[in-house]
């Protein structure tokens, strides 16, 4: 049996039961994101052999017309999720109803939005502008209404994600993902197999695999959740708070495209096609830790929403201190190892890159981890659906990295300072991040986050990369060190976050949950 500490309060009970919950979600969709990044990276190499540079030029140019619109994806998905999660606090099964059954009519008017306008410009830009090979246009024009497919299908399946993600059900959700990455990849291994056009079977394999993965989440969801049921929606005023929710999400994403192909144009005027590159290739790896980091960020904040519809404004105090936390020192677990052997990374991954590829992919982890610690802010920002001024003040903010980049570069200084001026931005906006934060939920407080979070954050830190750097420096064989800093990072970072970063009660609940597991391994 289960032995619970006699000294712990229900309170901390409850908390020790959902820390354990998210915890256990955090560290299970970390490394099912970890083996879908390491799959992804190595397809990368097979779809290129399979199509040849051309090819896989050209498809990525197609797709990427129609896949521009992942803005609006990813805005409604957001959208979604947190209407979802505030209805599940409410408690009320015809809400959730409502917003399932309005999300589904959302996306069903969007999706003919996005046929009219990609079946028209889209098509036009594709045979008139866009730089395809003549004798590969029919096949450029069968990827992009496959892509097109692909796209109305990921759209489609966003309620039921957002479902999935409300229950906080991840379990269904990595293993269904990982099934979709293991099929992309079968998709892939199976280029050189086929007799037709390598080209047009790569698309219309990816199309097949998104109607296959929509279906699992549907059934899924369908079957656990009774809310998955569409329903006349009688409260009309849902469309305007969703769309209004959606609106300043996709300013959010659209500053970040900005951000980073206003950049991309910057350092190309600049310094040149080289260096564009370099700016590229060292994106791949930004995109891969970020991905890392989102799926840490994916565990707790339904839950944090979910609180805050409740009013539970203690337990979400204790969740957001718990999820910076667990962000901070898991995060740092993994950067401090990445940044010393990210030339070896490279090496195995593409083989040698220039040391200005190797400079921009470091800066832009250290932006990735100030990025991703805005979560538990904005998640509960997102909560209190009061967005607008925090999102156009905070992205207004990060676009001004582009005026501070042409600024540096006029000046005559390195291209790495496109990035360091991220850096600089993402920081400052941070800032203003913890002072709205303050004036849209007054129970938190920005002493208390440097207090408990921040400055117990900078021994840790400086500990750690003294050590990682020591093993680094002094171990010869390329394996050897790759190994020892990436076990011997997590065991530091962690052990000093126990020891440094935890007060008396956050370090009893860690005992009572490494209690717990050694009991069920007696059983």
């Not at 540096?408 to 390195?414: L, P």
């Amino acid at each position: 049996m289960h032995q619970v500490c006699p000294f712990m309060s229900k309170e901390e009970l409850l908390h020790t039961t959902k820390s354990k919950r998210i915890a256990k979600n955090s560290i299970m969709l970390f490394f099912r994101m970890f083996l879908i990044i390491v799959i992804n990276l190595y397809a990368v190499r097979i779809i290129i052999k399979g199509l040849g540079d051309s090819d896989y030029g050209t498809f990525n140019a197609v797709a990427g017309v129609v896949l521009a619109g992942s803005i609006l994806t990813t805005s409604l998905a957001i959208a979604i999720q947190r209407f979802y999660s505030y209805a599940m606090g409410e408690n009320i099964l015809g809400r959730l109803q409502e917003i399932f059954s309005a999300s589904m009519n959302i996306i069903f008017v969007a999706s003919l939005v996005v046929i009219v306008i990609l079946e028209t410009v889209g098509l036009w830009f594709l045979n008139n502008l866009l730089s395809v090979p003549p004798e590969r246009l029919v096949a450029a024009n069968w990827i992009f209404q496959f892509t097109l497919v692909s796209f109305l299908f990921s759209m489609l399946q966003l309620p039921y994600t957002a479902a999935i993600f409300a229950h906080e059900d991840m379990g269904f959700f990595a293993l269904i993902s990982f099934l979709e990455c293991m099929l992309k990849f079968l998709v892939a291994v199976l280029i050189d197999q086929v007799s037709i056009d390598a080209l047009v079977y790569y698309g219309a394999g990816l199309m097949v695999v998104s109607i296959v993965i929509f279906l699992m989440y549907s059934i899924t969801a369908h079957k656990n959740y009774s809310e998955c049921r569409y329903t006349k929606v009688a409260d009309k005023t849902i469309y305007p708070q969703l769309a209004s929710f959606s609106g300043w999400t996709m300013y959010s994403a659209l500053a970040g495209v900005v951000t980073t192909q206003g950049n991309t144009i910057l350092l190309n005027v600049f310094f040149g096609p080289l260096t564009t590159a370099a700016f590229a290739i060292s994106l791949q790896i930004s995109h891969a830790f970020q991905a890392l980091s989102n799926s840490i960020v994916l565990a707790f904040r339904p839950a944090m929403i979910i609180l805050y519809a409740e009013k539970n404004y203690g337990g979400l105090n204790w969740l957001f201190d718990a999820s910076n936390k667990f962000l901070v020192y898991l995060l740092l677990s993994v950067s401090v190892p990445m940044v010393c052997e990210i030339r070896t990374i490279f090496n195995w991954w593409l083989g040698p890159v220039s040391e200005e590829t190797i400079l921009f992919a470091r800066l832009f982890i250290i932006y990735i981890i100030l990025m991703v610690m805005h979560n538990p802010i904005t998640t509960i920002v997102q909560a209190t659906g009061k967005v607008k001024k925090y999102t156009f003040y905070v992205e207004s903010i990060m676009l001004l990295c582009l005026v501070f980049a042409f600024v540096a570069f006029k000046m005559g200084w390195s291209s790495y300072y496109a990035i360091v001026s991220l850096i600089v931005v993402s920081a400052i906006a941070h800032i203003v991040r913890l002072v709205m934060l303050h004036q849209l939920y007054p129970s938190f407080h920005v002493s208390h986050y440097m207090r408990s979070i921040a400055l117990p954050a900078v021994p840790i830190t400086i500990i750690t990369i003294g050590i990682i750097l020591t093993a680094h420096m002094y171990t010869d064989n390329a394996i050897v060190r790759f190994l020892a800093v990436f076990f011997l990072s997590p065991v530091v970072t962690l052990g000093l976050a126990y020891a440094i970063g935890t007060n008396k009660t956050e370090k009893r609940q860690v005992r009572q949950l490494v209690q717990q597991l050694i009991n069920r391994r007696r059983i």
